[in-house]
């Protein structure tokens, strides 16, 4: 019987991980070598014990995010394959995974593709990647019916940023963040600019940028907190 392939998982979060501890542990082709909740332990763990694939969270609530782990990973050892997931909507990860080396992208709410599948087919040599972005439900429309400015600004609300500081951000005038805004209300039937903060936030339809990279903020699993789990 061929070896198995050893299998790292990474999240901060414990029900994230004991899903992909089950996944990984009812296959025959599969060892589960270590489920941590920290990217840093990540790295260090790969450094010192072989590992064949890495399945981890692009978000991670302390230290660095996925993304950037995983990054530094191939860096190390190129050999080591690596699954990145995520349980948000945001599609802005795909391109920058791809970019990184990332072999896959899984989403965990919105894939149609079983993750074993993704497993299998990314230790085949293959490169698993979503055809579509996820189009989940936002107020009254979905979220392909935003553009892609629309998505821009929200991202940007999301930080509780004046549309002053929305529109230095991305170089448009406080009037055209203003309108931008007023579209999506108008859109999606929620009453104001924290409705559609909040709920953006909630359903993890879009993450900024300094949210993925925690620059000044978040919330560990063991540790209490106050913010919205993504």
Not at 71 to 98: C, G, H, Q, Y
Not at 172 to 196: C, F, Q, W
Not at 214 to 221: K, L
């Amino acid at each position: 019987m061929p070896e198995k392939k050893k299998v790292l998982v990474v999240d901060d979060q414990y029900v994230a991980r004991s899903f992909f501890e089950i996944h990984v542990e009812m296959t025959r082709k599969y060892e589960l070598v270590a489920s941590l909740a920290s990217a840093e332990q990540a790295i260090a763990y790969c450094l010192q014990n072989p590992v064949d694939l890495v399945i981890m969270d692009v978000m991670m609530k302390y230290g660095l995010d996925g993304l950037t782990c995983a990054r530094t990973i191939k860096n190390n050892d190129p050999r080591v394959r690596i699954i990145l997931t995520t349980s948000t909507a945001e599609a802005k990860w795909i391109e920058k995974a791809r970019q990184a080396g990332i072999e896959s992208f899984w989403f965990k709410e919105y894939s149609d593709i079983p993750l074993t599948e993704v497993m299998d087919r990314t230790m085949s040599g293959e490169s698993v990647y979503p055809g579509t972005a996820p189009n989940p439900d936002f107020g009254e429309v979905r979220k392909i019916d935003l553009s892609e400015r629309e998505l821009e600004v929200l991202r940007e609300l999301t930080r509780n940023l004046t549309n002053e500081e929305i529109g230095e951000n991305l170089h448009i005038s406080p009037h055209t963040v203003k309108r931008h805004i007023e579209n999506m209300l108008a859109k999606t039937g929620y009453r104001n600019r924290i409705d559609l903060a909040v709920n953006a936030k909630l359903l993890g339809l879009v993450v900024h940028e300094e949210d993925r990279t925690h620059a000044g903020n978040g919330n560990g699993e063991e540790k209490p907190g106050t913010g919205i789990e993504t």
